[in-house]
């Protein structure tokens, strides 16, 4: 069956540095992909999205890389900042629905 | 201005008890969702409506019954509440109900005692 996983549960990094967040999939199918943010007592909110046909897709300060050699999704935030607090989840499309992964907390050290 | 709201933010009942959350979209959107979101924040889809007719239904118990007036609204009805009901629901909607980038309401918080 589908699924969709994260490598880490939680990440702290310190303000300024870079943010990378690891997403495993298992459906080799998946056509479209998709990034949420989640703050805190609010609902999940879309960061940046990437189809089947790329590799990386770059927003701001954003970037997402594909490998689907090995079904691996990134997500790459520069230049952290204490907004970027929040619980970030990774989504694969398959048959009419999103598959979430579990979500990893990113944590700003000052 | 809110593209996805949803009511109640907060619902405290008790088991056995029936309750209904509401959900609407300012978006022109075609397709709405609910997800449920436990306490691990796991993230999982229970009912998907394009146009108001049902198209995903992901082995959600009878007790809940979604209802779609028309495309603006998804309401969610829940019959004999139990603990295990207790959870954060999202409701979200998007386009062309080809699961392409979904909005979400600000969820709402059941517990039930």
């Known amino acids: 069956g589908e699924s969709v996983g994260l490598h880490l549960p939680t990440l702290s990094v310190q303000e300024g540095d870079n943010s990378i967040i690891n997403c495993a999939y298992s459906?080799?199918?998946?056509?479209?992909f998709i990034w949420y943010k989640q703050e805190s007592g609010k609902g999940p909110q879309f960061i940046i999205d990437?189809?089947?046909?790329?590799d990386k897709r770059q927003g701001q300060r954003v970037t997402v890389l594909l490998n689907k050699t090995v079904k691996h999704l990134s997500l790459q935030i520069a230049a952290t900042q204490p907004g970027d607090s929040a619980v970030y989840f990774c989504a694969e499309r398959g048959a009419q629905k999103l598959v979430f992964g579990q979500g990893t907390r990113l944590t700003i050290n000052p | 201005d809110t593209a996805v709201s949803q009511t109640p933010k907060y619902l405290v009942t008790q088991m056995g008890n029936d309750k209904s959350i509401k959900c609407e979209q300012n978006?022109?959107?075609?397709?709405m969702y609910w997800y449920k979101q436990d306490s691990k924040k796991f993230l999982k889809i229970m009912f998907s409506y394009n146009n108001k007719e049902l198209i995903i239904n992901e082995t959600v118990p009878n007790r809940f019954s979604p209802k779609s007036p028309d495309k603006a609204h998804l309401n969610l009805h829940i019959n004999s509440l139990e603990l295990g009901d207790s959870a954060v629901y999202f409701c979200?909607?998007?386009?062309?109900?080809?699961?392409?980038?979904?909005?979400f309401g600000p969820g709402t918080r059941l517990t039930v005692l």
């Open positions: 459906n080799s199918a998946s056509d479209y």
């Open positions: 978006l022109g959107h075609d397709t």
């Open positions: 990437i189809r089947s046909n790329m």
């Open positions: 979200a909607s998007s386009t062309h109900g080809l699961a392409n980038e979904q909005f």
